[in-house]
């Protein structure tokens, strides 16, 4: 168990954030910064520069503050689709943006090469959401690096590459190679044979436990920060795992058939089956994959573009759907929405989630605010129990994530899931908390779960409706 304070960085894709937490898993401080994309040479990517420097000085607010147990712990958490290379102590290429869209050509020549679903747990992915078609591409856009020579880079996860940051130390990490990566094979637990075909597997650096310490502070990071030389640095992980390791905290989870609906720019939905499950089942086709969790163990898991998807529809800062004082307003709104028929049709995010090739659109689009909200949250919903539904959720369901609070939300999929017990926990801290619990796995979350009550209304003749109405192209 940790003796110090800890703190946790999560680098997801729209947001960085930093919290200081007590050993106990008391909140004691939080930064939040907006991700941007920056552009190099023509292409997007991530700001791995404006966001080392952000973090340098929030570490420098936390080193200043008096605490009753000093910092000794960082434990890094990122998302899933980034990798970085790393040559003669520096970045060997500014790391791409997984949105950053990949010649056709080149992809298709990947795509040529890419191991079957069933080996990987991978689905093909647009752009560079499988990061094994970034390495790919990087082979060509810096031969250097993929070549034998002091320019070879080692390779590591976006989590990892903050490990080093902060330590010097390099080293993989199994939740984030085995994130639809292209380069893991679940089942084996090992480097997939695509990866091993190009020479990835050579170059990634050791894989380590998630909560193994890499290292203490490098002496330029303890001087730049203020913080204790001493501190250690543990190897971190994928941000949607550290929401599955929080969530098994809970006593109303521990040994059952369970499912975490980790909502974000992404809505992810892992499966904690009580018995073993066919991964044959997945359909790759409609976003469906196997995650791999801290323990190396495949996860069955759907995902789609929730939270960009309601961003897109609201027209907003996401927040205004799950606002607190909003709630009640968006909640009155719904009878009207079923009653009219009002509906949003799948897919703003072509190409992604268990619906990727249907045509967006309006049914009965109303002029009032509330209600295009509250639409807004009932295509989300209606979308995550498709997703639900691929994985063969049931049982329990905890939503965690800044869309928990979302009411309209939550309630509707309650209602479209009468046979699963839904919940909610805290909103904001489950990925941090998941994180803790590398650490001290016996940490239990403050708090108890909520029961999500079933929204009113047909909400089975409106899904129903919704199903009908969506269309596919030819």
């Known amino acids: 168990m940790a003796r110090g304070s800890i703190i946790v960085i999560d680098l997801g894709k729209t947001l960085s954030k930093v919290s200081l937490w007590r050993p106990d898993g008391t909140l004691l401080d939080r930064k939040v910064r907006p991700n941007a994309p920056v552009e190099i040479d023509d292409l997007r990517r991530l700001d791995a520069k404006g966001i080392g420097d952000w973090l340098l000085a929030t570490l420098r607010e936390f080193a200043a503050l008096p605490l009753d147990a000093a910092i000794d712990t960082i434990v890094p958490v990122g998302h899933g689709a980034g990798v970085v290379g790393l040559a003669q102590g520096a970045?060997?290429?500014?790391?791409?943006?997984?949105?950053?869209?990949?010649?056709?050509?080149?992809?298709?020549?990947?795509?040529?090469?890419?191991?079957?679903?069933?080996?990987?747990?991978?689905?093909?992915?647009?752009?560079?959401?499988?990061?094994?078609?970034?390495?790919?591409?990087?082979?060509?856009?810096?031969?250097?690096?993929?070549?034998?020579?002091?320019?070879?880079?080692?390779?590591?996860?976006?989590?990892?590459?903050?490990?080093?940051?902060?330590?010097?130390?390099a080293n993989s990490e199994v939740t984030s190679l085995g994130c639809h990566s292209d380069v893991w094979s679940p089942a084996q637990g090992t480097f997939s044979p695509l990866a091993v075909r190009r020479g990835w597997a050579d170059q990634f650096a050791p894989v380590v436990p998630a909560g193994a310490v890499v290292g203490r502070l490098s002496p330029r990071i303890a001087r730049a920060t203020g913080l204790p030389a001493t501190v250690q640095v543990r190897a971190g992980l994928h941000d949607s795992n550290a929401a599955l390791m929080a969530a098994r905290g809970f006593d109303q989870l521990a040994g059952q058939d369970a499912t975490i609906l980790s909502t974000g720019t992404w809505f992810i939905a892992m499966r904690l089956p009580a018995e073993p499950v066919d991964l044959a089942m997945l359909p790759e086709a409609r976003d469906c994959l196997v995650n791999v969790d801290v323990f190396g163990q495949p996860v069955p898991s759907a995902r789609f573009m929730g939270g960009r998807e309601i961003e897109s529809l609201i027209e907003i800062d996401t927040r205004r759907v799950d606002i607190k004082p909003d709630q009640p307003a968006l909640l009155a709104a719904v009878p009207a929405v079923l009653a009219r028929g009002t509906m949003i049709l799948p897919t703003l995010c072509q190409g992604f989630g268990p619906?990727?090739?249907?045509?967006?659109?309006?049914?009965?689009?109303?002029?009032?605010?509330?209600?295009?909200?509250?639409?807004?949250?009932?295509?989300?919903?209606?979308?995550a129990d498709v997703s639900l539904g691929l994985i063969g959720a049931k049982g329990r369901l905890l939503v965690e994530g800044r869309f928990a609070e979302a009411e309209v939300f939550v309630r509707a999929l309650a209602a479209l899931r009468p046979d699963v017990a839904v919940y909610t926990a805290n909103a904001h801290n489950d990925v941090s908390f998941g994180a803790l619990r590398l650490i001290d796995p016996a940490l239990k979350p403050q708090g108890e779960l909520v029961p999500v009550a079933p929204l009113e209304g047909d909400i089975a003749a409106y899904r129903a409706a919704w199903h009908a109405a969506i269309t596919v192209p030819a």
């Open 91 to 169: 970045l060997a290429f500014p790391p791409l943006d997984y949105e950053q869209a990949i010649p056709a050509d080149v992809m298709n020549a990947y795509r040529a090469q890419r191991d079957a679903f069933a080996l990987t747990g991978s689905p093909a992915l647009p752009d560079g959401l499988n990061f094994g078609s970034q390495l790919f591409w990087l082979e060509q856009l810096y031969p250097a690096a993929f070549a034998a020579g002091p320019a070879r880079a080692t390779l590591m996860p976006w989590a990892q590459y903050w490990a080093w940051f902060l330590t010097g130390i």
């Open 355 to 383: 619906l990727p090739y249907g045509r967006f659109g309006w049914i009965e689009r109303p002029d009032d605010w509330y209600k295009r909200r509250a639409a807004a949250c009932l295509y989300a919903a209606l979308v």
